[in-house]
């Protein structure tokens, strides 16, 4: 255990932020994303929720402030009559750690999935709500 790290990132997702630089991305799946079949690196997260592992990681991951849009989400399918009332959520905590990315990108589903074959690793978490999956650009550490 170390002070002042959120008890939910395992050391395994530790080491992967620590190692991504500027511009690479993780991201962080709901229950239904196919994370083992897609990902470069896989982090099993099942017991958690996307929103709590958002928030403890951008307590410790800046955001791509060179990019217009550095949080990323998967569109809703045409004619899916789903309304994500998660990404309110995902407003939310953004923005309490980066008041200039709350503004997010949506990515169609296939080009989702092909961009997240490109990302540095891949969250599998226990997410039940559907359209949960988002990814983070990682930005430079000024601090």
Known sequence: MLKGI???????L???????GHGDEIVIADGNFPAASIA????????HGV???????????????????PVILMEVVPGDPVKP????????????HDENAADFEHVER???YERAKKAYAV?????KALYANIILKKGVVTE
């Open 6 to 12: 959120p008890s939910v990132l395992s050391p395994e």
């Open 14 to 20: 530790l080491k992967i932020l620590m190692e991504m």
């Open 40 to 47: 470069q690196r896989l982090v099993r997260c099942d017991g």
């Open 51 to 69: 929103p709590v592992l958002l928030d403890a990681i951008l307590k410790l991951f800046p955001l791509d402030s060179y990019v217009e849009h």
């Open 85 to 96: 009332v998660i990404w309110d959520e995902y407003r939310a905590i953004v923005k309490k």
């Open 110 to 112: 296939f080009a989702f």
């Open 123 to 127: 969250v599998a978490t226990g997410e």
